[in-house]
């Protein structure tokens, strides 16, 4: 069980009235020129202070069962600035050890960062519990420098004695550091020829060594979107969007618990449903968050009661924009293409874009999204060019996936729902799309990339 739902509706435009006629080309050039809002470049400067390195306003948003290590570095590749995991569960972060084993919300270990080129990542967490939240993004945060046991005297209160006799909840601090603690490393791809690649010589000297503190996540991303049902009456995700006292809670537990200078921010939807009460609570929530200190909130302009069905409502965004013209706001919801990418940011004012579905199997969106700020047309991907990101994207899992006991199947097998995406892209999409679906194993998939990735 995942953040992801059957139900999603295909790709349409969202309620934007009055945005059909906003020109992208446009308004990247405007963002591009420093014009926009005073930014001194196309960005608030805002967001790289706190995010070193992100320095567009476009990142890839958490899709569960997607945004994986693999599909993050294909992103980053095309110039994608930012990433963000899929949530995780406060629970299974806690319990989950140095493996970071199976969660229902995907491989945890698919979301540890994937080595030199998958930063800056936000690490996203999920839960019911503002102890449970807490302890588990200061876990991601610190990669596991102390024990498991003592997150989890953390999470669930153990008490102890202070020097005056009272008892008192340990603290993080109460904890030594683990002796000789060493990070499971999990890398993705053959990082020599990433190297090459990316040029990076870092990349080849950080082979062998495990992930340094400076290879953690950039930000902790709380989920109060997710539209996935509560689990014994418990609240998470969207659902806290129905009780905000205990969604502040959870707000102010992490970010008491995260060290200062790690960025916390918020994911929301714009409301649980529409009626009155509930977008009041939204407001409630949205106004604790910045007044606590989070850099940023992430609105998804859908309600959670609508899940991924029906268009999202810019006209809504622009609205909370509106109110509160200071703050730093990212936008999400019906970016298809790139030129939603730039009409959005211009219709409802949000600082940056997640880009969800629209770039599962089209990292060229990112690449596009930096020719439009550099003035050029969008370019499509040649067929050369969709057969070496689906090589690319193959090798990074297969990286990720190389302790299942099937590598190559197992992620031939996965790699079928992004060949499907991919597939929109090529001339004969449907023969490829059904060649995609059709993969078993390793040899399906070579035959797919041999038989119809060729140029004429
Ligand atoms: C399959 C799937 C999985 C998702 N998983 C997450 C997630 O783990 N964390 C999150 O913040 N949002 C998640 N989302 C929501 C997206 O990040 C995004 O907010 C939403 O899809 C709206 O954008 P779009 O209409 O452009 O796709 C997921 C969406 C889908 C379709």
């Excluded at 998958?118 to 024990?147: C, F, N, W, Y």
């Excluded at 603690?181 to 890398?187: A, G, K, L, N």
């Excluded at 990316?198 to 709380?222: K, P």
Aim: aromatic fraction near 8%; proline fraction near 6%; glycine fraction near 8%.
């Amino acid at each position: 069980m995942g953040c992801e739902s059957n139900n999603a509706t295909p790709p349409g435009p969202a309620i934007a009235p009055g945005a059909e006629s906003l020109d992208a080309m446009r308004v990247a050039e405007d963002l591009a020129s420093g014009r926009h809002r005073g930014w001194s470049g196309c960005i608030d400067p805002r967001i790289p202070a706190a995010v070193p390195g992100f320095d567009a306003p476009f990142f890839q948003a958490g899709l569960a069962g997607y945004s994986d290590a693999a599909m993050r570095i294909v992103a980053r590749r095309h110039g994608c600035p930012y990433c963000v995991t899929e949530a995780l569960l406060d629970r299974t972060l806690l319990a989950g050890g140095r493996g970071f084993t199976k969660a229902d919300l995907g491989e945890l270990h698919d979301n540890v960062p994937g080595g030199i080129e998958d930063h800056p990542l936000a690490v996203q967490i999920m839960g019911s519990d503002p102890r449970e939240m807490a302890a588990s993004a200061l876990k991601a945060i610190e990669q596991g420098k102390r024990t498991d046991k003592a997150y989890r005297a953390l999470a669930y209160g153990h008490l102890t004695h202070d020097p005056s006799g009272a008892l008192v909840k340990h603290r993080p601090e109460d904890f030594e550091p683990a002796p000789e603690y060493e990070y499971e490393e999990v890398s993705c791809g053959d990082e020599e020829e990433e190297a090459t690649e990316s040029g990076s010589h870092e990349v080849a000297e950080s082979q062998g060594r495990s992930v340094a503190a400076s290879l953690s996540f950039s930000t902790v991303d709380v989920n109060l979107a997710c539209p996935v049902k509560k689990i014994k009456a418990k609240a998470r995700g969207g659902h806290w969007l129905a009780e905000p006292d205990g969604a502040i809670a959870i707000l102010e537990a992490v970010r008491n618990d995260v060290p200062a200078h790690i960025p916390c921010t918020v994911k929301l939807r714009r409301s649980y449903d529409d009626t009155p009460e509930m977008v009041a609570n939204f407001y409630r929530i949205y106004d604790a968050a910045y007044a606590m200190g989070y850099a940023w909130a992430t609105v998804h302009a859908r309600t959670v009661e609508q899940k991924y069905v029906g268009p999202s409502r810019w006209d809504l965004l622009r609205e909370i924009v509106r109110r509160t013209p200071e703050r730093v706001v990212f936008g999400s919801g019906d970016i298809w293409n790139v030129h939603d990418l730039f009409r959005m940011i211009a219709y409802t004012g949000v600082n940056a874009v997640a880009v969800a579905r629209g770039c599962i199997g089209n990292p060229w969106i990112f690449r596009q999204a930096r020719m439009m700020l550099a003035g050029n047309e969008p370019a499509r991907p040649t067929i050369a060019e969709q057969r070496d990101v689906l090589e690319q994207h193959y090798r990074l899992a297969l990286a990720a996936n190389r302790r299942m006991r099937y590598p190559d199947d197992f992620t031939s097998k996965n790699m079928r729902k992004f060949g499907i995406r991919f597939a929109e892209h090529h001339p004969r999409s449907e023969e490829v799309r059904l060649r995609f679906i059709a993969v078993k194993g390793i040899e399906d998939w070579r035959a797919v990339l041999d038989e119809m990735y060729v140029e004429a």
